[in-house]
């Protein structure tokens, strides 16, 4: 971060040490086919996939021994607390009520059912009548004004059940997660029209 603070360039920093972990994650959803690494996709001037932390990523919360820690327990807390959900709030309205109107599909970081309820009861707020829950996809899968948004499993290296998101049974938990997050993917496509 030193080194990117320096000369200006943030390429670098987003998902360092684990771009592979999300291209898997992003493949098992049907986006990025053939595509062998995400080195030429987090850029700047990238102009097919926009790349951001509606929060998550940059909060941490108390711990049982009155430390801070970044684990999906002490976040989701957090992320809980009024103080923190206007935060979000206003993060989600600044930036994900204002993306271009090429933006079709938005893909979320996580899918711990915890998060979802956080997210899905905050996007309610923001997004008021135009927030919609997918009859049969949800809370995996919700429209918020015209994008879909899907949840997926977090790449990063704590997630225990990644392995389960990317090759588990298509019936059941995170294997079954996937599959609801592949069909949204497919319709914000335009795959499905009319499904989603």
């Not at 948004?149 to 090759?167: A, I, K, Q, R, Y």
Request: charged share 20%; net charge positive; with cysteine.
């Amino acid at each position: 971060m030193s080194e990117s603070w320096r000369n200006g360039d943030y390429d670098d920093v987003p998902y360092k040490g684990f771009r592979l972990r999300l291209l898997k994650v992003l493949q098992a959803v049907g986006l990025m086919p053939g595509v062998e690494s995400l080195e030429s996709r987090i850029k700047a001037t990238e102009l097919s996939y926009g790349w951001a932390s509606i929060m998550r990523c940059s909060l941490t919360g108390l711990k049982p021994d009155g430390t801070f820690g970044a684990s999906s327990a002490q976040v989701i807390a957090a992320m809980k607390r009024p103080e923190a959900n206007v935060w979000l709030s206003n993060c989600i309205a600044s930036h994900l009520g204002r993306l271009s109107r090429r933006a079709r599909l938005v893909v979320l970081l996580s899918n711990d059912d915890n998060y979802m309820r956080v997210i899905s009861k905050t996007m309610k707020g923001v997004f008021g009548q135009a927030y919609e829950e997918h009859p049969s996809l949800s809370p995996v899968v919700f429209r918020a004004g015209p994008r879909i948004f899907v949840h997926v499993g977090h790449p990063s290296p704590l997630n225990g059940t990644l392995g389960e998101f990317l090759d588990g049974d298509k019936l059941l938990g995170q294997g079954k997660k996937r599959e609801m997050a592949r069909l949204g993917v497919k319709g914000a496509l335009g795959d499905l029209m009319g499904t989603i």
